[in-house]
């Protein structure tokens, strides 16, 4: 039975998907999978090592099949947050209620996390060339391009840490406002997202690829949560007492875990790569 004209047959969609898919990424990214079962074989033991392990299953063999079958996705809107969402809820959900130690299978469970993200984005986002020609932009114009986004987000970011000071002033009929906390906190979104634009602009190129856009939002986050990290025992008993250490572990993990769905989310609608 001849097909219709201009229908093409299932396997040859796969097979275009596939060839679109960049090379050296699918190499690195099944490298951290090999590392990722390279730390469950070595350094998780128990019902950790199982939960993992089976989730390694799902995630890194089920998210790139399903991302073939649904196709190429030019704006991923905010789709890459929902699989973040997922693959949070897939690997690090399981872990935190199995009993202890679970330092290392927490290390895996974020190197997962990130694994699934990026597996599922070059299956399904596609590649900037595919959609449209790339842009010559220069240096300044990318540097313009990050600062002013990161602006914005430092802007958004000071209405929602000021909107919280009103509504803890008004609960507990005390004035906030009279110390130095909420302005230390604008300072430092300010100084965060200045930061984190310059180092998105300079790494904007990257942006051609799905990996490189993960690597740039993780990068730009970094002086984000930096600053507000350094803040914190400024203007917080509890963290009074933190080191420098546990600081810098904790803009680390929010990096991680924030600066690659959000750089994803970006990707096309604003980064005109």
């Known amino acids: 039975m001849s097909r219709p004209r201009g229908v093409r047959p299932a396997y040859a969609h796969a097979e275009s998907l596939q060839s679109a898919v960049n090379p050296v990424e ?3 990214l099944y490298a951290m999978v090999a590392a990722y079962y390279v730390i ?32 190429r996705l030019d704006r991923p809107g905010k789709e890459p947050i929902a699989i973040w969402l997922g693959a949070t809820l897939l690997f690090l959900l399981p872990v935190a209620f199995l009993p202890p130690p679970r330092g290392h299978a927490f290390l895996a469970a974020a190197l997962a996390i990130l694994c699934a993200q990026g597996l599922w984005a070059i299956y399904r986002y596609a590649p900037p060339s595919v959609v449209r020609p790339t842009r010559h932009r ?3 114009q990318d ?16 209405l929602y840490a000021l909107g919280i000071f009103v ?3 008004v609960g507990a009929r005390t004035n906030y406002f009279a110390s130095n ?18 180092i998105a602009g300079l790494l904007r190129p990257l942006a ?9 939002g993780i990068l730009a986050a970094f002086p984000v949560y930096g600053a507000v990290a350094l803040i914190m025992p400024l203007i917080d008993e509890e963290s009074a007492g933190m080191s420098l ?29």
């Open 26 to 28: 699918r190499s690195v």
């Open 40 to 71: 469950l074989a070595l350094a998780v033991t128990g019902m950790d090592r199982i939960v993992l392990a089976v989730a390694g299953v799902i995630g890194f063999g089920g998210l790139p099949l399903l991302a073939i079958r649904w196709g």
């Open 138 to 140: 220069s240096l300044g």
């Open 143 to 158: 540097l313009r391009w990050g600062i002013r986004w990161g602006l914005a987000t430092a802007l958004l970011f000071s």
């Open 167 to 169: 509504f803890a002033s």
């Open 181 to 198: 906390s909420p302005w230390l906190v604008v300072v430092s979104y300010f100084a965060g997202g200045i930061g984190g634009g310059v």
């Open 208 to 216: 051609r690829w799905a990996l490189g856009t993960m690597v740039m």
């Open 245 to 273: 250490h546990e600081l810098l572990l904790i803009t680390v993990a929010c990096a991680l875990m924030i600066g690659p769905p959000a750089a994803l989310s970006f990707r096309r609608g604003h980064s005109d790569d």
